[in-house]
């Protein structure tokens, strides 16, 4: 079974610096995605950024970029110019191809930033 | 587009009381989630419709828990009896085919 491990609960960086949130999977496919999604304080899941496994590429969405290691089952998130509102819990996630698109989530890392 | 509408945001009860929660998906979603989230935890799928069929409802306790999707479109989750440990947020989520899943602002239940 495939499992996701987010093995920092919480980091902090200072505003407008740049932090990395670290991911690792578990999983024998070959083909799969993987997510991050950003939960505010009391507020809405969202999607940060997502990567198909069959893409070399690393997915980028403006300040948001992610660093994808297929072979080491790594999916860090790299967040530059942190701002105050990037302050959430981050949660990793993986999907499989033809899973009925079930989500296997990782447990999170909080995210702080410091003004 | 509107996005995943829930109803209520906060609900607080006694246990052994019941509780109902209310989904509407994105228009033209068909695939339509339950999770519950503990504080501090990921979320856990409950359980997974596609249009008005379940696919998935391994981990749902059906001896308390129930949910039904009627005409594929909303969706209600219930609790009876509530016991302490289903204090949790209660998120719904929606996705068209094997696009992400967009979800909803949850229910944060609470159990006295």
């Known amino acids: 079974a495939q499992t996701v491990t987010q093995s920092q609960p919480e980091m902090s960086v200072q505003e407008a610096e740049t932090v990395t949130l670290s991911c690792t999977y578990d999983t024998s496919e070959s083909d799969y995605y993987l997510f991050w999604y950003k939960q505010p304080p009391s507020r809405q899941m969202i999607l940060v950024i997502r990567?198909?496994?069959?893409k070399q590429q690393n997915a980028t969405e403006n300040r948001f970029s992610v660093n994808f290691q297929k072979a080491a089952k790594s999916f860090s998130l790299k967040i530059s110019d942190s701002q105050l509102g990037d302050a959430a819990m981050y949660f990793c996630?993986?999907?499989?191809?033809?899973?009925?698109?079930?989500?296997?989530w990782g447990a999170g890392t909080k995210l702080i930033i410091k003004p | 587009e509107a996005g995943v509408a829930q109803s209520p945001r906060y609900k607080i009860i006694e246990k052994r009381q019941s509780v109902a929660f209310w989904c509407n998906p994105i228009?033209?979603?068909?695939?339509l989630y339950w999770y519950q989230q503990i504080l501090g935890q990921g979320p856990k799928l409950l359980i997974q419709?596609?249009?008005?069929?379940?696919?998935?409802d391994s981990q749902l306790p059906k001896d308390r828990f129930s949910a039904e999707r009627l005409k594929g479109v909303d969706s209600t989750l219930k609790i009876q009896p509530a016991k302490l440990e289903d204090s949790a947020v209660y998120l719904c989520a929606s996705s068209s085919g094997n696009q992400p899943q967009h979800f909803g602002d949850g229910t944060r239940l609470s159990i006295l």
């Open positions: 990567q198909e496994a069959y």
């Open positions: 996630a993986y999907r499989s191809e033809g899973s009925n698109y079930q989500l296997i």
């Open positions: 228009s033209g979603h068909a695939t």
């Open positions: 419709f596609q249009n008005n069929g379940v696919v998935d």
